[in-house]
């Protein structure tokens, strides 16, 4: 592969170049083994495929029909009521028309997350707060600490993406009820299902039977990503019919395409090998996690999604270690420090079969441990410090006199900056998500001053309320030992917080792989859940 191919990652803004892009580049026609894009590799069938192309003339010569044709199909499938559901030419065209017509000021969403998320908003000059996840609890969402930001800010809409894309991170759905019961006051709640078939953590995780009983709750759902179809565009949302309706009616009547109604109006006779599929990624992401971490010094994220997020080992380079994988082994990986709220030292890593997972294994431990010379880890156990190489690095450093975080707070303190983080006083309508869960000790704000281009000055605090005595936390994973020196912070995405910078915020949380529960016999379409059997 022609070693200007990472050119293309430079002119890409927040996300990945296209695998047609790659191939073009290539020469040879072919693209790298994909650990990039998230994608099922066991579905559509070979045979199903071949049946497609079979229809191949049929399907892109003639107009499609209309979509409310393609939507009552899928809700045929799914048992859900065509006027709680709009499909959308995939998930990102939703995300625009929801914030188009349903977001009036602000946004509140953890990072990192996905870049639309982020980056629609604030393209229609909407106020975006971003919460800070924390990566010494491994990323989880703390949902009564967000519901505190989200009332001390003042937003008017959250966002949640349930399992997280880039890291995996999964919330139960009697916690997902809790925070909609506390913000039942907002504009809207956003619930983005987007990879939650591919978790097995409990049997019913969806709410989609919640939003369309609720008037501020909307679900989005994708196909493109469960049926290994990303090409096709096509997703779908679930609401009460007045907020689906009102979405619906701003959509081109032919804003799916004929591959998508071919698509859909096929599945109903492919529940069984679909429950397989979702059956084998599920296993596959067990051997793969356990593969990974058997390399010295990377660090490994439990997910519930089809991806893992990795942190490589101190000294390594994430956009070093993705363009050489490329180039040297012709494997495409999702270096995350674009990804506001991460650094260039974690990648995503797509779920593939084992033989595939091998040649990435094989492939990391060439370019991080290969020859002294070549290898991009200068050394093992030795203290070397991360190093991004760019002067943001060493400006931040040298701003706090190699203090890290604690000269930031401490600045932060002094000029009066927002401290983004946790150990305020919980509002009333927080108090409600913590019963019952385990809760962690308040800890002092790390004090990270706000970006302007994400946040306008701070909402007036809420009067500080008396907490309940918190429960008693289960016993914390043991963290990783931490590498010999500072980890400088990386390096931030259009002035975004870095994982780096919110590090040391909270307490370790049960950071325990969920079971590897499997899917149960299905003999036929899975329901709108993705879970279980219907009829």
């Not at 003339?57 to 009521?81: H, M, R, V, W």
Request: charged letters at 15%.
């Amino acid at each position: 592969m022609a070693d200007n191919v990472t050119s293309l990652f430079r002119s890409g803004a927040a996300h990945s170049p296209s695998m047609a892009a790659l191939t073009r580049e290539g020469g040879d026609g072919t693209g790298p083994v994909d650990f990039c894009i998230p994608c099922n590799p066991y579905f559509p069938t070979p045979a199903m495929m071949e049946t497609m192309a079979a229809r191949l003339k049929d399907i892109i010569t003639f107009y499609p029909s209309g979509a409310d044709t393609i939507t009552a199909e899928l809700c045929n499938l799914l048992q859900l009521p065509p006027s709680a559901v709009a499909m959308g030419n995939g998930s990102t065209e939703l995300i625009t028309w929801i914030d188009h017509l349903l977001v009036r000021e602000s946004l509140a969403i953890p990072v990192p997350t996905f870049g639309r998320w982020t980056d629609q908003p604030m393209e229609t000059g909407k106020r975006v707060d971003m919460f800070p996840l924390q990566e010494s609890s491994g990323f989880a969402l703390d949902l009564a600490q967000y519901a505190e930001f989200i009332r001390a800010r003042g937003t008017r809409v959250a966002v949640i993406c349930n399992p997280n894309n880039p890291d995996g991170g999964f919330l139960h759905k009697h916690a997902l009820v809790q925070f909609m019961d506390a913000m039942a006051d907002l504009d809207l709640i956003v619930i983005d299902e987007s990879f939650l078939e591919f978790a097995d953590a409990e049997q019913e995780p969806s709410v989609v039977q919640e939003a369309m009983i609720r008037p501020n709750v909307i679900v989005l759902r994708s196909l493109g990503k469960n049926f290994g179809l990303h090409g096709i565009r096509f997703g779908y949302m679930v609401a009460n019919p007045s907020l689906a309706g009102k979405v619906r009616s701003m959509l081109p009547k032919w804003n799916l395409n004929a591959f998508a109604e071919y698509v859909v109006f096929m599945l109903k006779e492919h529940g069984p090998e679909y429950a397989q599929s979702l059956h084998q990624v599920r296993r596959d992401r067990l051997d793969m996690a356990s593969q990974l971490s058997s390399l010295p010094g990377l660090t490994v994220y439990p997910s519930q999604g089809n991806f893992l997020f990795v942190r490589l080992p101190v000294g390594a380079e994430g956009t070093v270690v993705r363009d050489r994988l490329l180039t040297e082994h012709r494997i495409l990986v999702r270096e995350c420090g674009n990804k506001i709220g991460s650094s260039s030292r974690f990648l995503r890593l797509v779920v593939r079969p084992q033989v595939d997972v091998r040649r990435l294994v094989s492939g990391l431990e060439q370019v991080l441990y290969g020859t002294r010379r070549g290898a991009a880890v200068p050394e093992l156990a030795t203290g070397t410090s991360y190093s991004s190489g760019t002067a943001a690095v060493d400006r931040l450093v040298s701003a706090t006199n190699g203090a890290g975080m604690q000269g930031l707070a401490a600045q932060a303190m002094a000029s009066g900056g927002l401290a983004v983080g946790v150990g305020m006083p919980m509002p009333a309508a927080a108090q409600s998500i913590g019963a019952g869960m385990p809760m962690p000790p308040a800890v002092q704000p790390v004090g990270v001053p706000a970006p302007a281009p994400m946040m306008a000055a701070p909402a007036p605090a809420p009067v500080p309320m008396q907490m309940p005595a918190p429960a008693p936390a289960p016993a914390p994973m043991p963290a990783p030992a931490p590498p010999m020196g500072p980890t400088p912070p990386g390096v931030p995405a259009r002035g975004g917080l870095t994982a780096a910078q919110v590090r040391g915020t909270t307490g370790p949380g049960d950071l325990s792989t969920a079971p590897a529960t499997g899917w149960p016999n299905a003999q036929s379409w899975p329901n709108a859940a993705g879970m279980g059997q219907v009829g």
